[in-house]
């Protein structure tokens, strides 16, 4: 396929009599170097079949992340006001390997708490304990391995039935 100017939109179809030629062609030829190029050859897609399979893979990487760091994402909480995202980072990365640290703000503002990303749960279990009670600036930030909202909002419904605490 070409454009007006002839040049190549680095994508083409082919037709082919049966379906097992295709295949063949599929198996064959996907992934290969291509003038300098790696090629991806597949079926044909139309705009919805495209946009389910990406929507598909999309789901399975996120899912994949959420495994992989399920515990070793913690919550922190009771955090200064002039803290950032650095100075958090800087506080955790003592404990561990951390992949992220992030605080949640708001037109600017610090909401008073934020997410720290460890390489392992066995990294966040430690900072964990060695975070909880340690002061930061003059305040004890309240450290917890983090929950899905999902999750957060299983737990209050367990513990709360009909907005009475359950005894």
Do not use: W
Not at 29 to 53: D, F, H, P, T
Not at 99 to 120: L, Q
């Amino acid at each position: 396929m070409t454009d007006e100017r002839e040049k190549s939109k680095d994508f083409g179809f082919v037709s082919f009599e049966n379906f097992k030629d295709a295949q063949k062609a599929i198996e064959g030829m996907n992934r290969k170097v291509l003038n300098g190029n790696q090629v991806y050859i597949g079926r044909a897609q139309n705009k919805v079949e495209r946009q389910s399979e990406l929507k598909h893979k999309f789901e399975q990487i996120k899912q994949s992340k959420l495994t992989r760091y399920k515990s070793a994402n913690l919550f922190v909480k009771n955090l200064e006001d002039d803290i950032d995202d650095k100075l958090l980072r800087r506080e955790f990365s003592l404990l561990g390997t951390t992949t992220s640290a992030r605080v949640v703000m708001e037109a600017g503002y610090s909401k008073g708490f934020g997410f720290v990303c460890f390489t392992s749960p066995e990294e966040a279990n430690k900072a964990v304990i060695a975070m909880n009670g340690k002061t930061v600036i003059t305040k004890p930030p309240y450290v917890a391995i983090s929950q899905s909202k999902e999750e957060c909002q299983a737990l209050l419904t367990n513990n709360y039935i009909g907005g009475r605490r359950q005894l």
